[in-house]
């Protein structure tokens, strides 16, 4: 079946404008997470969502970053006034529920310029 | 909070050594483990995984055994290949609590041919 798909792959962007991130999870998936990577480095957590509960935001680094899931299942994330040090990877993940294998997308390369 | 840590950053060994790879972990639950393995341009995927205590993961020549007396899940193989070269992050998921699973910082394995 189809797995996690992110768009766009890349995107470049100048600072100080908005960009939009889009994740499909798959089907069925009531967990989905936000993650960010900085070249060579680990995972950072942005934000969960889970079912029609209130999404946990504490790894959102700034009110800059926001994120919401429409209909329990497309999920977007919006950098506003976008930064250079907002360069990295952002990845998506679902998974049937939060104690359960996380299924990643292959990444959002974000690049501001 | 859980934790996981991987002593690791980087481990260089070459093709046919055997291969052991550190993890630890602290949480008050009961947790699941992971290892998850990231290729360049890719998002993390399951590379195997281990539920409960004294279980084995395994797949493709790796083991993993879940240790619970010394809160470990350390990554083994025999005979690396260099197709094994990449970046392996370990992660738990708690049964109760956080429902953000927690990763290690990742460990870059490059096997010389």
């Known amino acids: 079946g189809a797995g996690v798909s992110q768009s766009p792959s890349n995107k470049v962007t100048e600072k100080g404008k908005d960009v939009e991130l889009r994740c499909d999870p798959i089907s069925g998936h009531t967990a989905l997470y936000w993650y960010r990577q900085s070249l060579g480095q680990g995972l950072e957590f942005l934000i969960y969502?889970?079912?029609?509960?209130?999404?946990?935001k504490s790894g959102l680094p700034s009110d800059r970053f926001s994120a919401e899931r429409t209909g329990g299942s497309v999920s977007t994330l919006t950098i506003q006034r976008t930064q250079q040090e907002d360069s990295a990877v952002y990845l998506c993940a679902s998974s049937l529920n939060s104690q359960e294998t996380q299924y990643f997308g292959p990444g959002t390369r974000l690049l501001v310029l | 909070g859980d934790s996981v840590v991987q002593t690791e950053g980087q481990v260089l060994p070459s093709e046919g050594d055997s291969l052991i790879v550190n993890c630890s972990y602290e949480?008050?639950?009961?947790?699941?483990l992971f290892w998850y393995v990231q290729y360049p341009g890719e998002g993390p995927q399951l590379h195997l995984k281990a539920m409960k205590a004294n279980d084995k993961g395994r797949n493709k020549g790796f083991e993993a055994m879940y240790r619970k007396e010394t809160t470990s899940f350390h990554l083994e193989k025999d005979s690396v290949q260099e197709s094994d070269s990449a970046v392996y992050f370990c992660a738990l998921s708690s049964s109760g609590g956080s429902y953000i699973p927690t990763f290690g910082r990742g460990t870059s394995l490059i096997v010389h041919p």
């Open positions: 969502f889970q079912g029609n509960s209130a999404p946990d």
């Open positions: 949480t008050t639950q009961y947790p699941s």
